[in-house]
């Protein structure tokens, strides 16, 4: 079990080697219920990867983002993170999470836009402490990052669907992290503000090296901004680039007896 | 006038007084992280779970010392908690219906146990009922230098953990994400919540004892968007609950504390609810025509 605190140690990261994947699965499984969520997955993300995992739903796309984040526990198999067994690893804040937008928070928990991505810095700031003046520089620059340096004091309950989703890619940014994992992140949010938000997630990937795992089922968007592309129906049925998915079929085939693709898309 | 400034030398009424205010400071701190993670009822399950252990601390040590029996409270309180806690988490019972079962078997067990008590006749066992409802008339001192220790160590324990507190309120899933174990976080706050709860029990009693607890957090919200002002005025809405139910109480012959705290709690929650700027209902009925566009920024889809 992880320790009460979340105690970063800035070493881990370092001692991973350059070759060493950000996120390793070997033989990966899970089960909810008595049913087989997940059956043999291998997947690894490399560092400046943007890896999309598509797949129906009920594919177990959501239980293996909670798998690399520690969230949820492999039954079999082994998860490293940076190079360590998921069970040692404790360098949390080196790990970016945005999680479903509509499950997310309590829309009227008084907390403004800027208090919320500061809290992305409590692992960060450490036990008892209050956060520092770095902290606050970081939050801000995250904030910065996302272009909503603006709403600051706005409560976060009083902002759009996709202005809320930058704030919550801020707040995983706060820790400066070099992973960030987002579950469906353009749910409920306007075709206009996806595009701005891809735009976002571009240059985080491209311009700071930022390595990205996005889970969702819109598979025409993702295949256009992915540079890795992993096709999840229980088991990981192709894991490639998007170009690869596309010639040799894989997408179409895990959808076939799926109308899902086409009510999914807007 | 006069008769109140009588009132403020009296040595009970400054004991009952001070105890009350101190009760409501640091059920309104706690009761605010309850109502902000909507366990506004785990409060009522808490307090109503401490009264075996006030008759079994009884029970075993022959003693009305209050720290004992307020000892054994929290022990009951707390493994009302884990059981809640734990049924919740192993079946597939939903939380509220868990919150309901718990309360009714450890409240009934007390009566039980409050009933046998009774019957068995011995001097020893007189007053043991006032926990149902409080009888702050009972405290003395020594009690409110024990309520100030306990309030002192809950709202610690809320400064030492705040941002843990607030990150957990607020997004329990990205708190473990962030590495953080959040049931032991939850169960520390729950254990602080715990100590507020054994706070009020001997002036409000295990059965209104929840209203302490959620009052103040709900006026509170009223008044302010900020979390830390939110703290801070729930600890004086329910200071000042506890200090004008405790005033009104002893300058009428006859009237309970316990229950006039909670009435005037109440008038100051209505007071809230009505009052305050921007969300009061008053506020909002005026406001209406013509601000309702800016008013909901949700509805307008994304304004960068």
């Known amino acids: ?120 810095r409590t692992g960060v700031a450490g036990l008892a402490r209050r956060f520092s003046a770095a902290d606050r520089e970081a939050a801000l620059g995250a904030l910065e990052t996302v272009g909503m340096a603006e709403y600051r004091d706005r409560l976060i309950g009083r902002l759009s669907s996709g202005q809320q989703q930058r704030v919550f890619i801020a707040r995983a940014l706060a820790s400066q ?74 997408i179409a085939r895990m959808y076939r007896d799926d109308s899902l693709l086409v009510t999914h898309r807007h | 006038m006069s008769a109140l400034i009588e009132l403020l030398g009296d040595y009970t009424l400054r004991t009952v007084a001070l105890g009350s205010a101190l009760l409501g400071i640091t059920s309104g701190v706690l009761g605010s992280f309850a109502v902000l993670r909507r366990q506004g009822l785990l409060g009522d399950v808490l307090s109503h779970a401490a009264l075996p252990g006030v008759c079994l601390a009884f029970l075993l040590t022959g003693t009305r010392t209050p720290a004992v029996l307020l000892a054994g409270a929290a022990v009951s309180c707390w493994l009302g908690a884990a059981a809640l806690f734990r049924v919740v988490e192993e079946t597939r019972v939903s939380e509220d ?34 926990y149902l409802f409080g009888q702050a008339a009972t405290l003395v001192w020594e009690n409110v230098v024990t309520m100030a220790a306990l309030g002192l160590l809950a709202i610690a324990a809320v400064v030492l953990w705040y941002k843990e507190f607030k990150l957990l309120a607020f997004d329990p899933e990205f708190a473990t994400s962030l590495g953080y174990n959040t049931r032991r976080l939850g169960l520390l706050l729950t254990s602080v919540t715990v100590v507020a709860i054994v706070i009020g029990l001997q002036t409000v009693g295990v059965v209104l004892m929840a209203a302490m607890l959620v009052g103040p957090a709900v006026a509170a919200r009223q008044w302010t968007s900020r979390l830390s002002r939110m703290l801070v005025v729930a600890a004086l809405v329910g200071a000042l609950s ?51 566009r800016d008013r909901g920024p949700e509805a307008s889809g994304d304004g960068a």
């Open chain 2, 242 to 292: 506890g200090l004008s139910g405790a005033l009104i109480s002893m300058s009428q012959p006859r009237l309970p504390t316990g229950p006039m705290i909670i009435l005037s709690l109440t008038a100051l929650v209505v007071v809230s609810l009505l009052l305050a700027p921007e969300r009061g209902l008053l506020w909002e009925r005026r406001h209406r025509r013509g601000r309702r």
């Open chain 1, 177 to 250: 992290p070099a992973l960030l994992v987002l579950d469906e992140p353009t749910v409920g949010v306007d075709v206009e503000a996806q595009e701005q938000f891809y735009g976002l997630l571009r240059r985080l990937n491209r311009e700071r090296g930022t390595t990205l795992v996005l889970v969702s089922h819109d598979v025409g968007v993702i295949a256009a901004e992915v540079t890795r592309l992993a096709c999840l129906n229980r088991t990981l049925v192709f894991h490639g680039s998007p170009e690869e998915a596309i010639r040799t079929g894989a």
């Open chain 2, 97 to 130: 219906s868990v919150m309901g079962i718990v309360l009714s078997v450890f409240f009934g067990f007390g009566i039980v146990l409050l009933t046998f008590i009774s019957k068995r006749g011995d001097a020893a066992q007189a007053g043991l009922n006032t």
């Open chain 1, 1 to 120: 079990m992880r320790t009460f605190e979340a105690s970063p140690t800035a070493s881990t990261a370092a001692s991973a080697t350059p070759a060493s994947p950000l996120v390793a699965l070997e033989h990966v499984c899970f089960r909810y219920g008595g049913e087989q969520v997940l059956h043999e997955v291998n997947l690894e993300v490399q560092i400046g990867d943007f890896l999309g995992i598509i797949g129906p739903n009920g594919a177990g796309k959501t239980t293996l983002l909670r798998i690399m984040l520690g969230l949820a526990r492999s039954e079999c198999g082994h998860v490293r993170l940076f190079g360590q067994d998921v069970r040692a690893f404790r360098d949390w804040h080196q790990i970016g999470y945005v999680p479903q937008k509509a499950v997310a928070f309590e829309a009227r928990f008084p907390a403004s836009v800027f208090e919320v991505v500061l809290s992305g």
